[in-house]
């Protein structure tokens, strides 16, 4: 266990419908960071947080928002999706945006499926 | 032109061989280099982090970086079945771009009996 907790593991569900991905850092970690990783494209930046305030943005569609809550938690929504949104959504944590010094701690993912 | 580019595999080697893994970048700003392993229906987990050119060593594993040449290159020594996985180059700036990591697509390892 990583200490990264991300729910749901798996998700399907239809064109056009909106989701929630929901991530719990690691104890202490202040950073959160999203990614989506699919077959072609490997490991995509989408957004970063610290500490509740957007941080970085990476390639992160229109339909796609996130947020940090005071309790560090953040939530990634994704809406009107379509069929190539279907992905490995992970959730990823660090103490501070210039810690790097062991990486990111990355959760188990969820899987996205939109059929 | 993607920024880190790698090998997506599969590599197949014999148990014990050894194993080199490798990326190239082209952004010259990339100061930090790391190496991730993931396991199949896993998030990556990191096995090693350097800065400066030149080699780091950790048990089985060495991690190279020639920055000269915008190469980066993992070395796993007697490898075995439980190394088999896909490995995942990532690097970042050392200031700026949100401390954001790049992924290369990652390499699948496959260690057989």
């Known amino acids: 266990d990583s200490g990264v907790t991300q729910t749901p593991k798996h998700l399907i569900t239809a064109t056009g419908q909106r989701v929630t991905l929901r991530c719990s850092p690691r104890?202490?970690?202040?950073?959160v960071y999203w990614y989506q990783q699919s077959l072609d494209q490997g490991l995509q930046f989408l957004i970063q947080y610290y500490n509740g305030e957007e941080r970085a943005k990476g390639n992160i569609l229109e339909r796609f928002s996130a947020q940090q809550f005071p309790d560090l938690h953040s939530e990634l929504n994704l809406s009107s999706l379509e069929l190539g949104d279907s992905a490995l959504y992970f959730c990823?944590?660090?103490?501070?945006?210039?810690?790097?010094?062991?990486?990111?701690?990355f959760g188990s993912g969820t899987r996205l499926t939109v059929v | 032109q993607k920024e880190v580019e790698q090998d997506p595999g599969p590599l197949s080697v014999p148990e014990g061989a050894i194993v080199s893994l490798n990326c190239t970048y082209s952004n010259s700003a990339f100061q930090y280099f790391m190496w991730y392993r993931q396991y199949s229906r896993k998030g990556p987990e990191l096995l090693m982090y350097?800065?400066?050119?030149g080699n780091k060593e950790d048990g089985r594993f060495t991690a190279q970086v020639d920055k000269s040449s915008k190469y980066i290159s993992l070395f796993i020594r007697d490898s075995q079945p439980s190394d088999s996985a896909t490995y995942l180059c990532a690097m970042r700036r050392f200031t700026g771009g949100g401390n954001k990591l790049t992924f290369g697509t990652g390499t699948q390892l496959k260690v057989e009996l």
């Open positions: 990823a944590s660090s103490a501070t945006p210039g810690d790097l010094s062991y990486g990111y701690t």
């Open positions: 104890s202490g970690d202040l950073s």
């Open positions: 350097t800065y400066s050119s």
